[in-house]
C-alpha cells in the first residue's frame, strides 16, 4: 500500500509572527522556515507504518515554491521514498491544494493519505476533508491513534467531549492531532541518503489546477493587545479584587 | 435566499454553540433555517424552534446521523444545499469535520473560524494563531462559512420557528462509528462556562489538578489544561484550551501554572477577566492578565479556597 504524505513549508512555529505595516500580511523575509509541525506527525505516522510492513512506499508532497523542495527533503530524510513538488509562487488556498492532490491520487492510487489537520499559517483546517469529498473517500479527522486492518482503518479521533473510535473503509483519509505520535530527527546519515531520492518537479497546470486565489484578503491587522493590569500580593488579596470587580 | 445553519447537539440537547451561530448567520443572509441532523433529536429541533431569527428548522431524524460522521453528514447537507446561498456551521470538531466537505462538493471556498461579519460576504477571521487577524471577501456565490463561536452571542430563545421534516440522505457506506470515550463531569462545559481554571505544566501531575476542581467546585467552574499539561498526560485531550484546542472566552478565566506560549494565549486571550498565577515572575501569561499573583500554587490555591470559605462560597 503506498501512502502519500502532503507536506507545507510554513514559518517556524518558534518564531514571532510579524504583521506588516502596510496591512498587506505578515511579514516572512528572512524568517526561519519549517515543515509544518501536524505535517511532521504526519511523515511520522506513515513511516512507523512502513516499519510495521503496513506500507509499502512513501511518497512526500509539497505545494509551493522551489524552497518547499527543501520540506520534502525532511521528509525524505525522516524516512520517506520520494517527493513530488508542485511549483508555485504565492499562496495556494486549501481546495487548490485538495484539487492538486486528487490529480496526484488519481495517478498513484494510495491507500491512505495522511495530512496534518491544520497548517500552523493560515489555520484554515480543510484541506484533509475537501481532499476526501473529491475524491469520495471516508475521513478520520484529528486523529490521536492509528490501526490498520483488512481493507480499514481503525482511528481515534479527538473530539470536543474526549475521544470518539471510528472506522474508514481504505482509501480514506486520516488528518493527524498533536498526540497521535513524536516524530522522530533526521539522523545524519539519512540526511545525506535523503539527498539521493527522487524528487519529481511539476506545475499546477500539469495536473489542470488553476491555483489563482479565490478568497481576496483585503487586509491583515495586529489582533487587538491586551494590557498587563496589576499585581496582587497574596491569594486572598486576589480572591477580593474578583469578588471587588463582580468576577466571581 | 436564505442562510442554513448545521446544529451542534448531542440528540439530547442542543448546543450554545448553535445560538450563537444563527447570530452570526443573519448577519450572512437572512431568514435563518437551521438543519438538525441526529437519532430521535425531536427536543434539539424543538429547542432550535425557538431560537430567535429562525424562520424554519428541517431535521433529519435517523440512525445514520446518530454520531453526525462526516460522510453522511456531507450527503444531507448537499442534498438541501441548493435553497441557500450561505451555510454556516460552528467550529466545532464536527463543523470541522463535515464542512469542508461540504464546500469541496459546492466547489466553493471555505472561510474558516470567523470572528467578525463585516458584510454579507466579507469577515475576519484570525490566522498564525490569533497573532493576525485577516479580513477575507469571499467570492459572489454561495458561501460556506464556520463560525468561532466565542465571538458572537447567542440568539435568544423567543422565537417560535416551523419544524420540517426531511428525508435522510443515501447513506455512503464508507465510514462506521465504533464508540466513544467522552470525559464525564458534574462541571460545566469548557465552551460555554463563565468561569473556568486551567492548569498547566506547573501542576505536576494529574492529581494534583484535584486542587483546581476543589476550587472550581466553590465557583461553579469548568476545569481546562494548557497543552504541556495535556502531552504531560496529566489530564485528557478534551480538557486542551489553546489554537489547536478549544477556544473559550469566559467571564473569567484563572490560568495557574501555566507560562503563556502563544499557542495558549490564542485559546484564551478572548476572556473578559484573566488572572493568572505562577511562581515565575517573568512568565509570558503576565503580560496579559489583569491580576497576577506571583506565588507557589500549591500554597496560593489552598489559600484561596479558605478566603473562599470564609467569604461563603
Request: include cysteine; proline fraction near 5%; charged fraction near 25%.
Amino acid at each position: 500500500m503506498k501512502v502519500i504524505v502532503p507536506v507545507k513549508r510554513v514559518i517556524d512555529f518558534n518564531v514571532k509572527v510579524r504583521v506588516k505595516a502596510d496591512g498587506s500580511g505578515v511579514d516572512l523575509a528572512n524568517v526561519k522556515m519549517s515543515m509544518n509541525p501536524f505535517d511532521e506527525i504526519a511523515v511520522e505516522e506513515a513511516i512507523r507504518l512502513k516499519e510495521k510492513g503496513k506500507a509499502s512506499e512513501i511518497i512526500a508532497v509539497s505545494i509551493g515554491p522551489q524552497q518547499a523542495s527543501e520540506t520534502i527533503r525532511t521528509a525524505l530524510a525522516m524516512g520517506a521514498d520520494r517527493g513530488i513538488l508542485v511549483k508555485t509562487d504565492g499562496e495556494v488556498e486549501p481546495l487548490a491544494v485538495a484539487k492538486i492532490l486528487k490529480a496526484i491520487c488519481d495517478a498513484e492510487q494510495p491507500g491512505l493519505v495522511i495530512l496534518g489537520k491544520q497548517a500552523i499559517d493560515d489555520d484554515s483546517n480543510q484541506t484533509g476533508q475537501m481532499l476526501a469529498a473529491l475524491l469520495g473517500w471516508p475521513q478520520a479527522t484529528f486523529a490521536h491513534k492509528l490501526d490498520m486492518g483488512d481493507g480499514k482503518a481503525d482511528v481515534e479521533r479527538e473530539i470536543d467531549g474526549g475521544l470518539q473510535t471510528v472506522d474508514v473503509k481504505l482509501p480514506a483519509i486520516v488528518t493527524t492531532d498533536l498526540r497521535l505520535n513524536e516524530p522522530r530527527y533526521a539522523s545524519l546519515p539519512n540526511i545525506m541518503k535523503a539527498k539521493k531520492k527522487p524528487i519529481d518537479e511539476k506545475q499546477p497546470s500539469d495536473y489542470g489546477v488553476d491555483v489563482s486565489p479565490r478568497l481576496k484578503v483585503l487586509k491583515v491587522t495586529e489582533p487587538p493587545k491586551r494590557q498587563a493590569g496589576v499585581k496582587v500580593k497574596t491569594a486572598a488579596e486576589l480572591v477580593d479584587k474578583l469578588k471587588e470587580i463582580g468576577a466571581i | 435566499m436564505a442562510s442554513l445553519v448545521i446544529a451542534e447537539h448531542d440528540n439530547a440537547s442542543l448546543k450554545d454553540s448553535t445560538a450563537k451561530t444563527v447570530t452570526a448567520a443573519a448577519q450572512v443572509s437572512a431568514p435563518v433555517h437551521v438543519l438538525v441532523a441526529g437519532s430521535n433529536c425531536g427536543a434539539v429541533a424543538e429547542a432550535a424552534a425557538k431560537l430567535s431569527g429562525v424562520e424554519k428548522v428541517l431535521v433529519a431524524d435517523a440512525a445514520l446521523y446518530a454520531k453526525m460522521l462526516a460522510e453522511p453528514m456531507e450527503a444531507l447537507i448537499l442534498s438541501v444545499a441548493g435553497n441557500y446561498d450561505a451555510i454556516l456551521a460552528p467550529a466545532t470538531t464536527n463543523g470541522k469535520n463535515y464542512l469542508p466537505r461540504v464546500a469541496a462538493k459546492l466547489d466553493v471556498p471555505q472561510v474558516s473560524e470567523i470572528i467578525k461579519v463585516v458584510s454579507p460576504d466579507t469577515f475576519e477571521r484570525p490566522i498564525y494563531a490569533g497573532n493576525a487577524i485577516a479580513t477575507v471577501q469571499a467570492p459572489s456565490g454561495k458561501k460556506v462559512i464556520s463560525v468561532r463561536t466565542t465571538a458572537f452571542k447567542a440568539a435568544e430563545a423567543s422565537g417560535s420557528a416551523a419544524v420540517e421534516k426531511i428525508q435522510p440522505a443515501a447513506d455512503p457506506g464508507i465510514s462506521t462509528f465504533v464508540g466513544e470515550e467522552l470525559s464525564k463531569s458534574e462541571r460545566p462545559e469548557l465552551t460555554s462556562a463563565k468561569i473556568i481554571i486551567s492548569g498547566g505544566r506547573g501542576m505536576q501531575s494529574g492529581e494534583n489538578f484535584k486542587l483546581l476542581e476543589a476550587l472550581a467546585d466553590k465557583l461553579h467552574a469548568a476545569v481546562g489544561a494548557s497543552r504541556a499539561a495535556v502531552d504531560a498526560g496529566f489530564v485528557p485531550n478534551d480538557y486542551q484550551v489553546g489554537q489547536t484546542g478549544k477556544v473559550v472566552a469566559p467571564d473569567l478565566y484563572i490560568a495557574v501554572g501555566i507560562s503563556g506560549a502563544i499557542q495558549h494565549l490564542a485559546g484564551m486571550k478572548d476572556s473578559k477577566v484573566i488572572a493568572a498565577i505562577n511562581k515565575d515572575e517573568e512568565a509570558p501569561i503576565f503580560q496579559i492578565a489583569d491580576y497576577g499573583l506571583v506565588a507557589d500554587l500549591f500554597k496560593a490555591i489552598p489559600e484561596m479556597e479558605a478566603e473562599l470559605t470564609k467569604l461563603g462560597y
